[in-house]
Structures are given as structure tokens and as C-alpha cells.
Nanobody, 122 residues
Framework: QVQLVESGGGLVQAGASLRLSCAAS????????MGWFRQAPGKEREFVAA???????TYADSVKDRFTISRDNTKNTVYLQMNSLKPEDTAVYYC????????????????WGQGTQVTVSS
């Protein structure tokens, strides 16, 4: 069993930056495909970014060139660096993981964190 705990959310003004962290418990973190998703009020959860076991990354078009996902296997942690934040980035951000290959489909992930709120004011 893997437990994921997000941190780093908060209230910022448009144009600011935040870095989210997701700490994973358990073994074999390096073998997990990790992703970030978000859910805004009244909207469905959506894919944000993902990173594979070889540090290959993929991003939603809405965050490409502004957000960067990375991982530190020595710390069992995945990060989401968010720059040039916009009010439309306001959402609860979730970290998710799964063993083996993965992609943008949330229903394919086995493990989820509790979420961290990001609020961007205009």
C-alpha cells in the first residue's frame, strides 16, 4: 500500500509561483508512474501533468510552459512547480500514482493523496 500526502498549496495572486510536493510512503517509489490532477468547484477532475519512471514528462495544454513536474526518488517525492499562475488554475490539486506505465487517465491510477487547495486571485 502506498500513501500520498500533498503539501504546498495556498492563496497567491495572479502571476505568482507555487511549488506543490507529494510525499509517498512505502517502497518502490521509483517504479511508480506519478501524476498531478486538479478539480475546480463544479468541474470534473482534470489531468495536469505526469512523470514516468525515466523522468519523461507530459502536460496538459493549459499548463504547458508554465508548470514543471519532477521527482526525487531519494526522497520519495514528486513536485509540481507552478509559475505564472492564473485565476483559472484555482482548484484542489491531487497527486496520484500507479505502478508500471501510465498516462493522463485518472481512473488508471491506484493511489491518491487527499489534495491541497490552490487559490489564485486576480
Amino acid at each position: 500500500q502506498v500513501q500520498l500526502v500533498e503539501s504546498g498549496g495556498g492563496l497567491v495572486q495572479a502571476g505568482a509561483s507555487l511549488r506543490l510536493s507529494c510525499a509517498a510512503s512505502g517502497r518502490s517509489f521509483s517504479s511508480y508512474y506519478m501524476g498531478w490532477f486538479r478539480q475546480a468547484p463544479g468541474k470534473e477532475r482534470e489531468f495536469v501533468a505526469a512523470i514516468n519512471q525515466n523522468d519523461g514528462t507530459t502536460y496538459a495544454d493549459s499548463v504547458k510552459d508554465r508548470f514543471t513536474i519532477s521527482r526525487d526518488n531519494t526522497k520519495n517525492t514528486v513536485y509540481l512547480q507552478m509559475n505564472s499562475l492564473k485565476p483559472e488554475d484555482t482548484a484542489v490539486y491531487y497527486c496520484a500514482g500507479r505502478p508500471g506505465p501510465g498516462d493522463y487517465r485518472d481512473y488508471t491510477y491506484n493511489y491518491w493523496g487527499q489534495g491541497t487547495q490552490v487559490t489564485v486571485s486576480s
